[in-house]
T-cell receptor, first 114, second 114 residues
Framework: AQKITQTQPGMFVQEKEAVTLDCTYD???????LFWYKQPSSGEMIFLIY??????QNATEGRYSLNFQKARKSANLVISASQLGDSAMYFC???????????FGQGTELSVKP | DSGVTQTPKHLITATGQRVTLRCSPR?????VYWYQQSLDQGLQFLIQ???????AKGNILERFSAQQFPDLHSELNLSSLELGDSALYFC?????????????FGPGTRLTVT
């Protein structure tokens, strides 16, 4: 079964608007972490934001925020005030328990239009 | 720049050959992870080392092996290469072996098997 599901293969957003990238996950472990990474066309993986399963508040990092809905097992990434440089692949990932390995979703390709 | 270095950046080799990919973690990070990114399999965890010891194993083929040296750099050895091994290989590092710590990715090594 898919542990991390990103249902949007591609998304378009107008520059300066907000966009939400969806991510749902599946785990029976009460302790887990959720991550978002950005992969521009150059190929590197850039860490954006982290949310722990016990965190009471949604994580925020600058223009990035994570809309964490535990009961629905969703961890959507919200990018506010989109910029042209935000055009990239975005991956949601999960770490289960106290282990370190990350399980990745298939990614969402975001295109920001001027 | 994540602080994780990987060499070489690109590698082109023939089927049946053996290659070694090298990774230096961020200063102070004890854990090294290897991931493979291919078009058909997406991003997959291969193996993790923590302070020189193997910590976790993922979908790593028997033809592949890795190690972490006393100076904490790591090498991923790929042998009897097949066309399907063509992929982007990432190394990531984190402070600890798991838990809440982010993983920072290197720029990747793009392997092409011809």
């Amino acid at each position: 079964a898919q542990k991390i599901t990103q249902t949007q293969p591609g998304m378009f957003v107008q520059e300066k608007e907000a966009v939400t990238l969806d991510c749902t996950y599946d785990t029976s472990d009460p302790s887990y972490g959720l991550f978002w990474y950005k992969q521009p066309s150059s190929g590197e993986m850039i860490f954006l934001i982290y949310q722990g399963s016990y965190d009471q508040q949604n994580a925020t990092e600058g223009r990035y925020s994570l809309n964490f809905q535990k009961a629905r097992k969703s961890a959507n990434l919200v990018i506010s005030a989109s910029q042209l440089g935000d055009s990239a692949m975005y991956f949601c990932a999960m770490r289960e328990g106290q282990g370190g390995k990350l399980i990745f979703g298939q990614g969402t390709e975001l295109s920001v239009k001027p | 720049d994540s602080g994780v270095t990987q060499t070489p950046k690109h590698l082109i080799t023939a089927t049946g050959q053996r290659v070694t990919l090298r990774c230096s973690p961020r200063s102070g990070d004890l854990s090294v992870y290897w991931y493979q990114q291919s078009l058909d399999q997406g991003l997959q965890f291969l193996i993790q080392y923590y302070n020189g010891e193997e910590r976790a194993k993922g979908n790593i083929l028997e033809r592949f092996s890795a190690q972490q040296f006393p100076d904490l750099h790591s090498e991923l050895n790929l042998s009897s290469l097949e066309l399907g091994d063509s992929a982007l290989y990432f190394c990531a590092s984190s402070v600890a072996g798991g838990g809440i710590y982010e993983q920072y990715f290197g720029p990747g090594t793009r392997l092409t098997v011809t």
